[in-house]
Nanobody, 124 residues
């Protein structure tokens, strides 16, 4: 089992940047594919990006491609989401999640462990 804690959210103006972190407990972080999801008020949770177990591949939703970058440091049990050129429509609670799947997946049902979320608010 793994516990996840996100941090780094906050209020930023449009065009600004934020870096989210997701710290995992336990010694098996490198055995999990990781993902970022977000949920805006009144909307369904959506996939933002994913990264494979060893970090050699990353995947993004079209809405954030070219602006967001996911990375991980398995030695520190930490995953990151660098968010640049933020837009008001990026406002949401952002969650990190862990999956046992080989490769990557955008399907939330494939992620067994979730963090509590961190709020990102982008003002216009």
């Amino acid at each position: 089992q793994v516990q996840l804690v996100e941090s780094g959210g906050g209020l930023v103006q449009a065009g600004g940047s934020l870096r989210l972190s997701c710290v995992a407990s336990g010694r098996t972080f490198s055995s999990y594919a990781m993902g970022w999801f977000r949920q805006a008020p009144g909307k369904d949770r959506e996939f933002v990006g994913g990264i494979t177990r060893n970090g050699d591949s990353t995947y993004y939703a079209d809405s954030v491609k070219g602006r967001f970058t996911s990375s991980r440091d398995n030695a520190k049990n930490t995953m990151y989401l660098q968010m640049n050129s933020l837009k008001p429509e990026d406002t949401a609670v952002y969650y990190c999640a862990a999956s046992r799947i080989v490769g990557w997946t955008r399907a939330s049902e494939n992620y067994a462990y979730w963090g509590q979320g961190t709020q990102v608010t982008v003002s216009s």
